[in-house]
């Protein structure tokens, strides 16, 4: 069995963060180790607080975890700190770990930031070049690349910029008007993985699904173009899947594919 470590928040309502991943890990066949890097308070209405874990507890994890087992593929979520961010990038660096995807979560949907200002510029300077795969969302995209993504063209014109900083880029378009469209730039071909739009408001947890669904199948030895496209696939069922869970937006429930 093949073991996937995450290193993220946690999310006490179970709908994204760790919560999401291990649900993730579990139903496509592997095993989830975990790293947490902060813990909301949160519900289905928004957060109403985040405790950030100290930079060297979030290695004593990682050491307890690399002392013991080997993980195949990483996926990286919320860091929340500029500490977080600089730990985990030379815990990485030093072990020299293989397929880790980089999901760069920069706020939640309801605008509560999850990474502080001052983790931005290392995280782009020193997490973000030792990645295979980064899958920023519309917004997260627009940040890093310093220009706005509102549409398709602007997308494949932003992973083209973003392959710059090293990894390969997944660009995930959930939040395009008419249709579902995740951009794929490997340094040599644009990619382009479409569905039309799910009517749905419960959504909540997608972006971890997804970016832990591809980095569970590199861990699985597929290659970026393959796991991109079953990420696309898994996430698009999870939200198809998704269920009221309090008197805000739902969550997603990951799943075998419909």
């Known amino acids: 069995m093949k073991n996937i470590l995450v290193i993220a928040g946690s999310d006490s309502c179970g709908g994204a963060g760790i919560q999401a991943d291990i649900k993730t890990i579990s139903s496509l066949g592997a095993h989830a180790l975990t790293a947490i890097t902060a813990i909301t308070a949160q519900n289905t209405l928004g957060i109403s607080g985040i405790h950030k874990v100290p930079a060297a507890f979030i290695s ?15 996926k990286i979520g919320m860091l929340y700190s500029r500490g977080a961010v600089r730990e985990v990038a030379k815990w990485i660096k030093t072990h020299k770990l293989p397929n880790v995807v980089l999901d760069p979560i ?13 983790a931005l510029k290392p995280m782009k300077e020193f997490l973000i070049p ?6 920023p969302n519309l917004y997260e995209a627009g940040v890093l690349s310093g220009r706005q993504v509102r549409d398709l063209d602007e997308m494949v014109e932003t992973s083209r910029l973003l392959k710059g900083l090293g990894p390969d880029v997944v660009i995930t378009g959930g939040h395009l008007k008419d249709e579902c469209v995740d951009v794929l730039y490997d340094g040599k071909t644009i990619h382009r993985f479409s569905d039309l739009r799910i009517d749905t408001i419960h959504t909540h947890g997608s972006g971890c699904v997804f970016s ?37 937006a739902g969550v997603v429930r990951p799943g075998p594919i419909r």
């Not at 030792?130 to 899958?135: C, D, E, P, S």
């Open 60 to 74: 004593k994890q990682l050491d307890g975890i690399i002392d013991d087992l080997a993980p195949d593929a990483v």
């Open 106 to 118: 920069l706020k939640a949907s309801t605008g509560v930031r999850l990474l502080e200002s001052e």
């Open 130 to 135: 030792l990645a295979r795969v980064i899958t």
């Open 212 to 248: 832990t669904t591809l980095a569970t199948f590199l861990g699985k030895e597929k290659d970026v173009i393959a796991a991109t496209n079953l990420a696309h696939e898994f996430a698009r069922s999870a939200i198809l899947r998704g269920y009221v869970c309090g008197r805000g």
